[in-house]
């Protein structure tokens, strides 16, 4: 049973930081695609960040390239997101996403899914 999960959100002021951070288990961590998804209140789950099993190769949704960095320590089975300059817009449901495959934008081809973590920026 491969589980995540999810912690680091909160209230913080447009311009602030976060870093989320999503630790797997159950499953075998380096051979996962790992992305991250955002999901606001009426709209659809969005792809914000991904990173290759290694770790050498990232992808971003343009509306958060040069403020959001994902990473992850494959030793401590574990993905991040760094969240930097965060706007309103940027509130959300984070989620983590582990895809047995290679990278993809799209929420419906990841397999396992964490409960996901509330971000919430104040103007």
């Known amino acids: 049973q491969v589980q995540l999960v999810e912690s680091g959100g909160g209230l913080v002021q447009a311009g602030g930081s976060l870093r989320l951070t999503c630790v797997v288990s159950g499953g075998t961590f380096s051979s996962y695609f790992m992305g991250w998804f955002r999901q606001a209140p009426g709209k659809e789950r969005d792809s914000v960040a991904a990173v290759s099993w290694g770790g050498s190769r990232t992808y971003y949704a343009d509306s958060v390239k040069g403020r959001f960095t994902i990473s992850r320590d494959n030793a401590k089975n574990t993905v991040y997101l760094q969240m930097n300059s965060l706007k309103p817009d940027d509130t959300a449901v984070y989620y983590c996403?582990?895809?047995?495959?290679?990278?993809?934008?799209?929420?419906?081809?990841?397999?396992?899914w964490g409960q996901g973590t509330q971000v919430t920026v104040s103007s």
């Open positions: 996403a582990a895809r047995r495959g290679i990278q993809s934008g799209r929420a419906s081809d990841y397999d396992y």
